[in-house]
């Protein structure tokens, strides 16, 4: 027998456990530590430019051509992108979990370069870049001046040139977004008067500095090859390339025949200005610029804003005066908390546990046997772990919580049934443990294998849920085979060096109560059971009636995927009537600075005018916040839990009467979306026209709203901004002798700026543009005072050739998978499941839209409905798999049905519970169902197992099961109490993430008991 080595020679098995522990300690610190594993779809983005188009030409001329190479690259899921009215294209292309990121960005890339000899000849000057797309945002940085000292272009280049390049250094850090940034450019304000004034366009002035603003290699004189016996050789130098503004003012446009020069400060005014002027951002009231920090894919995050933290601390030591920063979000601090509650869940099942234990087994000596074997199993858990390439995060973390009833119970199954046999038998404690092993061993290990096989098919589980079912599964895995190895190893060396013989001395009058209780609980379990051995018909007819209890138990929970969480952090949008301009949108962000300062449980924020997290654009007409509150110990009330700080908040904004402002909360897991809640793709694939997109989104909207099953409807899509059309009439253009090139090239500099070349300044190279000065360009009648030259040298009013009408447009277009779209974002309703609602928007989206408009989901809705129903397939392969083991374990087709009998009934417990509580069937419930399984049969495996062994002797059937019964009643009670008590504190869970500890032990806790 394999475990009477060990009983033998007891050190041996002390060394292998210490062994393990050793190895789990030195593993653990190398373990990295977050919130969730890395099961965000990997995501390629590719980006463009071209300054002055508008969104439509965007779309057609850049996004439509690459789309087109793009679409269908390997292991793509789904494709997006953004046209902008600011000359941008942003397309993101969305990969299977597990694609190789490298691999993905390099075919990618390879598509993008078939489709640039299509795209326009400006947007490849710009470049095209494709990269590895950092999704999930860790924090946000503001730098800010209290008293006003320095302005918002102070700020944006003291972080471009003393703090940008370090912090993109940080290891782990994928992409740092400058929200409010204002780069330094050297900005040529053009005067069209001046221009005019001397027989010039714009392109006279950009030709004039491209050719003297210019790099410059001057050689050397005495270089070789040379004729020899020279001593020196000198590098010329010669200044091409500019850097004041000094030295721009002094750039020769043209000179006339008497000598005299036409400098660039005749016909312009130069200025080192900011590239940007479209966006801003304010932290506490002052002027502030915002870092936005993205985390690489499978990097440690809490690594990662630890090093943020200690650079900004050394950074900021050279701050000057009346230059502060501070931290407004960071993600890593729910992350920390999250995971600390969890440990602190997990030490009070360890403790409530061992508290279980010793109350059944009444002695030290017992109680700790199985006590021990907890910290071995969990930690050695660690070793393999990092084998595995996994993380600390809340998942395995989870998995440790509930394991430690499973691991005990292999412990406690040894010391109950050697301490049995020295009771009943008189026997010492080497001859007893070995009579037990040969009692124990098979089922021990058959229950592990019963809980592995449980197991197996969640390792074939594709997509995101797939990798959350797997963390779970794999650490229980592990520890439970820790746990079977100390089973045999450990616990009998333990037990034939600290159990002793009985000595009859009385036991404590608690203890004594204790057994007294227990044996009137037995004698009525024994009556119950021997009652149902003789009523078996009936009890198979209340079997079969709770069959369909638990069908509809399970069925009639509203579908879930995630839970929404306290994440300790929330988003304002703010979006005011199309066209409206930055100011308008300072004066509303400037109330709700006012109400966010005088909500309670707000520790920080910032706001960034000109920018939509939702849409994903820079709009003068938007805005953004990003709202830090203040610690969970902090918010113990009700009232500051996050949705009700949310709601209060949302009741003071509902009174800005200047645009729309809502908040929402971020996305469950950070890169899955922008926000919590469902993302609708509504797409037109009739060629219908952006107008009858809106109109039909906004049916939806509207439709959405009034469902009480729908809450928070919104969507993006703007088709009726204000624009002003240019009808140029190229026939008088050309009656005039106009280039069509030169007419556009006007329009382009003066109204939407020109990239003309690039100055170098503080060690950086920055760009040279060309615009019309302001006062040229706020009226409409501005663009027909515009001069554009003939080619016989004369200077032609532009509203000579063209006219202005007033019409609408898109300020941005959204595709999505080849298809213009506009996506709908919204929440469920009070009370109202994820997955309910999305069989609502479907609803709607059947009885509103034609057959020419279509939908997709994205971000997280995407992935809950390419889960689909797996769960009910997975739960019954993992039926299926302990079924088939169990038949190969006792070579019956029959027994393992006595197994599993009583897995409806755990089932069903779980599915009262979570309705009780108003919980959904979300990814956590049904890990807690999959358990529930082994768990289930791995007690059911015990009494099976003795009954059989009883059966062999020669006892009737009905004696054997009585007495299985009875002999592992004990056992059973006081594994199943451990278990019990142990996920108690998931069950009260609050704090961090304490939606998915509650959804996950509500499940188990139910099952187990009933």
């Known amino acids: 027998m394999f475990s009477h080595f060990f009983i033998d020679r007891p050190k041996f098995a002390i060394v292998i456990a210490i062994l393990i522990t050793l190895i789990g300690v030195i593993s653990l610190p190398m373990l990295p530590v977050e919130s969730m594993p890395d099961i965000t779809p990997p995501t390629v983005s590719v980006t463009a430019n071209f300054p002055g188009a508008d969104a439509t030409t965007m779309e057609q001329s850049v996004a439509i051509p690459i789309e087109s ?107 740092v977004t400058v929200f409010g940034a204002k780069d330094f450019a050297m900005r040529i304000w053009l005067n069209p008067e001046q221009l005019k ?14 050719q003297q603003n210019v790099q410059v290699a001057g050689g050397s004189i005495g270089a070789p090859p040379n004729s020899g016996g020279l001593n020196f050789q000198y590098n010329v130098l010669v200044q091409g390339r500019l850097s004041s503004v000094e030295q721009f003012e002094n750039i020769i446009i043209k000179t006339g025949d008497k000598g005299d020069v036409l400098y660039l400060k005749d016909v312009a005014r130069v200025e080192l200005g900011a590239e940007a002027y479209h966006w801003y951002a304010e932290s506490r009231g002052a002027p502030a610029i915002t870092l936005g920090l993205y985390q690489t894919p499978g990097s440690n995050a809490l690594a990662v804003m630890d090093a943020t933290r200690a650079l900004m601390d050394e950074v900021a030591a050279n701050f000057p005066d009346d230059l502060e920063y501070e931290v407004v979000l960071d993600t890593t601090e729910y992350i920390s908390a999250s995971i600390d509650e969890v440990i602190e869940t997990l030490i009070i099942a360890i403790i409530l546990v061992i508290f279980v234990v010793f109350i059944f087994l009444q002695d030290w000596r017992t109680t700790i046997i199985p006590a021990i074997t907890i910290p071995v199993s969990l930690i050695g858990t660690f070793s393999v772990m990092l084998m595995l390439g996994m993380s600390i995060n809340n998942l395995t973390l989870f998995g440790l919580v509930l394991v430690i009833g499973i691991v005990v119970d292999d412990a406690i199954i040894v010391v109950e049934n050697t301490v049995r046999l020295m009771d009943e038998k008189g026997w010492d404690s080497r001859t007893a443990i070995r009579e037990a092993m040969i009692e124990i061993t098979g089922p021990v290990v058959a229950t592990t294998a019963v809980l592995l096989a449980v197991f197996v098919p969640t390792l074939m589980m594709p997509g995101l849920t797939g990798m959350l079912y797997q963390q779970f599964a794999l650490t229980i895995s592990i520890a439970t085979i820790f746990s079977s190895i100390n089973a045999l190893t450990l616990s009998p060396a333990l037990c034939r060096l600290l159990l002793k013989p009985s000595t009859g001395k009385k036991k404590w009058i608690a203890f004594r109560a204790f057994d007294k209780t227990f044996d009137v609980g037995t004698k009525g379990y024994m009556v119950l059971v021997k009652g149902m051995l003789r009523k078996s018909w009936l009890v198979m007819i209340v079997f079969s009636g709770l069959l369909v209890a638990t069908y509809y138990s399970i069925i009639s929970l509203p579908g879930g995927f995630l839970p929404d969480e306290d994440q300790g952090y929330f988003f304002v949008n703010a979006q005011l009537p199309d066209g409206a301009s930055l100011d308008r949108t300072k004066v509303v962000l400037d109330k709700v600075n006012k109400m966010i300062e005088e909500t309670e449980g707000v520790d920080k924020f910032v706001l960034i005018g000109g920018y939509s997290l939702l849409d994903g654009v820079a709009s003068t007409n938007t805005g953004l916040g990003i709202v830090s509150l203040k610690n969970w110990s902090e918010r113990q009330d009700p009232a500051l839990n996050i949705k009700a700080i949310v709601a209060t908040l949302q009741r003071k ?18 890169g899955l979306g922008s926000a919590a809640g469902f993302s609708f793709e509504l797409q037109d694939r009739g060629g219908l026209g952006i107008n009858q997109l809106q109109a039909f989104a906004n049916d939806l909207v509207a439709a959405g709203n009034e469902s009480p099953k729908l809450s928070r409807m919104s969507q993006g899509l703007r088709a009726t901004v204000p624009q002003l059309y240019l009808d140029i009439d190229r026939t008088k253009a050309q009656v005039y002798n106009v280039p069509m090139n030169s007419l556009f090239n006007t329009l382009g500099t003066s109204l939407g700026s020109a990239y003309v070349n690039d100055f170098n300044l503080f060690s950086k190279t920055w760009r040279v543009t060309a615009q019309a000065d302001e006062q040229f360009r706020n009226r409409p009648e501005d663009i027909l005072n515009l ?27 959204n595709r999505f998978n080849l298809f213009p779209t506009s996506t709908i974002t919204g929440e469920p309703g009070p009370g109202v499941s994820t997955g309910v609602a999305i069989l609502e928007m479907q609803r709607l989206a059947e009885e509103l839209l034609p057959v020419s408009m279509g939908y997709q989901w994205s971000g997280v809705t995407y992935q809950q409905i390419a889960a689909g129903n797996m769960a009910p397939i997975i739960f019954g392969l993992a039926f299926i798999f302990v079924y088939l083991f169990l038949v190969a374990q006792y070579e019956s087709w029959t027994i393992p049905f006595s197994v599993l009998l009583a897995v409806p009934m755990a089932i069903l417990g779980a599915g009262v519970f979570s309705a009780y509580r108003g919980l959904d069937n979300n990814v956590y419930t049904q890990i807690g169902l999959v358990l529930l399984i082994a768990l289930v049969a791995k007690s059911s495996i015990m009494i099976v197992e003795f009954a059989k062994q009883q059966r062999e002797s020669g006892l009737s059937i009905f004696e054997a099961a009585a007495k299985a019964s009875h002999l592992r009643f004990r056992a059973i009670l006081m594994t199943a109490f451990s278990f019990i008590l142990g996920v108690i504190p998931l069950v009260i869970a609050s704090g961090a993430g304490a939606a998915s500890r509650v959804s996950l032990g509500t499940a188990v806790f139910g099952g187990m008991l009933v």
């Open 787 to 813: 001069e554009v030259r003939s080619a016989g040298g004369d200077m032609v009013p532009l509203g000579s050739l063209a006219t202005l009408e007033q019409q609408v447009g898109p300020l941005f277009i």
């Open 69 to 175: 190479e793009v679409n269908g690259v390997e292991d793509m899921i789904y494709m997006s992108s953004k046209s902008s009215s600011d000359g941008s294209l942003a397309l993101t292309v969305t990969f299977d979990i597990g694609t190789n990121i490298d691999m993905a960005t390099v075919l990618t890339q390879n598509r993008v370069g078939i489709a640039e000899p299509k795209l326009p000849e400006e947007v490849k000057r710009q470049g095209v870049k494709v990269e590895k797309q950092s999704t999930a945002l860790v924090g946000a940085i503001s730098l800010f001046s209290p008293d006003g000292t320095y302005d918002e272009l102070f700020i944006s280049n003291y972080i471009s040139t003393r703090l940008y390049d370090e912090m993109i250094r940080v290891n782990g850090v994928g992409k």
């Open 653 to 670: 904004m509902a009174s800005i009467e200047e645009g729309i402002v809502f908040s929402f909360l971020p996305p469950p897991i950070m």
């Open 197 to 210: 004034a001397r027989n010039l366009i714009p392109d006279d002035v950009i030709a004039a500095i491209k």
